[in-house]
């Protein structure tokens, strides 16, 4: 509903005093309705939220979905950028001043050291709405707005989706399968060091305490000279799609687009990792209240998530949301039954106890080579 303000003018023979009584009455009868629909008139002028996301094409989705018709219903702009991590949280609450990122989203362990160190708001549950969200998504300060699989990937033009490795222990095969591999080097945030771990015989539900040495032999025995360290999201759908590479490891998500994109590329969920990253409020926010609600928004709007779903392989966790999604999307979600047993759930405790020790060993080791 919009308001018009009109200005007043004197007529000839003066100010109309009752035209002036009658159109501000108008207004001041008007103004309610327009607080109820959240267009605030000022608000809608004033309020801009920014969101530190992880950028490429899921950032568009977002932005499509979920931002655009927020800004459309409140008047509250939101803007999405790219580079999220903890490193920005920390920043962002060191200067002193309003965070310029009202909203981050943080991988599993980067959450548990934020909420240690206060990076986070704790989130307003009268906000936000948790009837639909289950309960082992929802967090003190957080909850995990998509799960996807950390996945192993081909190339189909090198191979053939019938001759594709199946297991970790396949891709590791060198002589089998010729050509680099294409590895995540964010350890924490990806799931190397578990695919390593996997790749050396350790059953899925016997991952954790993760043994980091172990991983790295298991990573020297495939050989440095057969790894190329990618550090973004994009690179190795970048390399497959270009030949540089014919196996790497990689988020599900980015797969499926490449694919409709016209690339040629395969993935299987078996021996994936499940992971998630909560969408956070910035402690030193001063749009706490917005970002909130536009969190809620993301959450609790189900065509919209259902079509996030369909569009990324990404699970968001609403209940009514999932009865919307087509079966064989359902199928290679997350929160499938039938992939039980054939994925492990990253440990984002044992992450954020281990990050700063598992790092180090890693780096070390990547300098040895």
Known sequence: MTVEHRSFRPSRSGLNRRRLLQQTAAIGAVLPFVSKLGLSPARAQEKTINVASFGGVVQEYQTRLFARPFEAKTGIKVNIGPNASLALAKLQNSSGAPAQWDIISLSGAEYIEAVSQKLIAPYDYNIIDPTHIPAEYRESHGVKFALFLFVMAWDKRQIPDDKAPQSPAEFWETNRYKGKRSLYSGISGGGTLEMALLADGVPLNQLYPLDVDRALRSLARLGRGNIIWHSTNAEPIQQLSSGAVPLANCFNGRVV??????????????????????????????????????????????????????????????????????????????????LKDKVYIKDDGWWAANLVEATAKFKEWQLAG
């Open 257 to 338: 687009s490449a694919n409709r994109s016209g690339a040629q590329l395969g993935y299987t969920p078996a021996y994936s990792g499940v992971m998630g990253n909560p969408y956070c409020v910035m402690q030193s926010s001063a749009n706490k209240k917005e970002a909130f609600e536009y969190i809620n928004y993301m959450l609790n709007t189900t065509k919209a998530a259902a079509e996030y779903m369909e569009l990324t392989n990404y699970a968001v966790p609403n209940t009514e949301a999932l009865k919307l999604v087509s079966p064989d999307i359902v199928d290679v979600l997350p929160t499938s039954p039938k």
